[in-house]
């Protein structure tokens, strides 16, 4: 099995959390799996260039992935389409940065074995959705892409986690990437349009299993695991601690330390800001030389 991750820039958040995503994946691999991490920045992994497939691209192939409408999420798609053709023997799991992997990998193995394929969870009817979303329903629905007509039943799927058995992989993407840039080409404008072409194409090719109870999206609380993987790595780099000794850290108990949804208010959060602006930090020095 090949368990790709994908990161862009320098921003050093997505880094911090793709390291722990990593060790969760590293601590359940057998000698056949591997793991790849397509980035922008391939020296922020030295640490573990030797245990993982450190594959570089560049900021310009990035511009060009993103396409005509310089959409992001449309690089993850064109990035995972030409690495599959690399693997093309092996299943796919594909984890974004704000995981990790906690369930049994052989459990899933064995369900991309027997054909299935795996997204993060269901979140149920787009057109029972609001903003964005059910805009998007409304724009494409009925239409047709790569053959495709959306309907009803394409339920919105997370696709934070995406596993594909090899069998399917290059079908799949090449699917995926027809109803995205249809969709795009619509006008259509939300920030999930990624996620919904993933999920009408899964879900035509493939038996979708809900991923949630294998691997770990903490989507909905990122600034408590944020700190909770900035401290695990500060505490290893301070212990000098190695790989090994990193991986004997990673037992289940981990996982449960931190919630990975936390709902907040957002009257809270509007208060936080609206006091922020009326009671600004003031007489703000730095050190002068000399």
């Known amino acids: 099995m090949t368990i790709m991750y994908l990161t862009f820039g320098n921003n050093t958040e997505y880094h911090v959390q793709a390291y722990l995503s990593i060790l969760s994946s590293l601590k359940q691999m057998k000698a056949n799996d591997r793991i790849v991490m397509v980035t922008t920045v391939p020296e922020l992994y030295k640490r573990v260039a030797s245990w993982i497939d450190i594959v570089s691209i560049d900021e310009q192939q990035v511009k060009e992935w993103k396409g005509k409408y310089q959409f992001m999420f449309r690089a993850k798609t064109m990035i995972l389409k030409q690495m599959v053709?690399?693997?093309?023997?092996?299943?796919l799991l594909f984890l974004d940065t704000d995981t990790f992997l906690y369930g049994s990998l052989d459990e899933i193995r064995g369900l991309l074995d027997n054909g299935q394929a795996l997204m993060h969870k269901d979140e149920g009817r787009i057109n029972q959705m609001q903003g964005s979303s059910l805009q998007m329903w409304k724009t494409v629905a009925g239409k047709k892409y790569a053959g495709i007509e959306i309907k009803e039943e394409h339920h919105m799927w997370n696709s934070g986690v995406i596993g594909i058995p090899c069998q399917k992989m290059q079908k799949i993407f090449d699917d995926a990437l027809l109803i995205l840039d249809g969709m795009l080409d619509e006008g259509v404008k939300s920030f999930t349009v990624e996620q919904y072409a993933m999920s009408v194409n899964m879900l035509t090719h493939a038996q979708v299993v809900e991923g949630d109870k294998y691997v770990g999206h903490y989507w909905g609380n990122k600034q408590e695991w944020?700190?909770?993987?900035?401290?695990?790595?500060?505490?290893?780099?301070?212990?000098?601690?190695?790989?090994?000794?990193?991986?004997?850290?990673?037992?289940?108990?981990?996982?449960?330390?931190?919630?990975?949804?936390?709902?907040?208010?957002?009257?809270?959060?509007?208060?936080?800001?609206?006091?922020?602006?009326?009671f600004p930090d003031r007489n703000i020095h730095y050190v002068k030389k000399g």
């Open 226 to 278: 944020q700190q909770f993987a900035c401290s695990f790595l500060l505490e290893s780099y301070m212990r000098n601690r190695t790989i090994e000794e990193d991986l004997e850290q990673i037992v289940d108990s981990l996982w449960s330390s931190v919630p990975i949804f936390r709902h907040r208010s957002n009257t809270a959060r509007h208060l936080k800001d609206l006091i922020g602006k009326v």
């Open 85 to 91: 053709s690399h693997y093309a023997n092996d299943h």
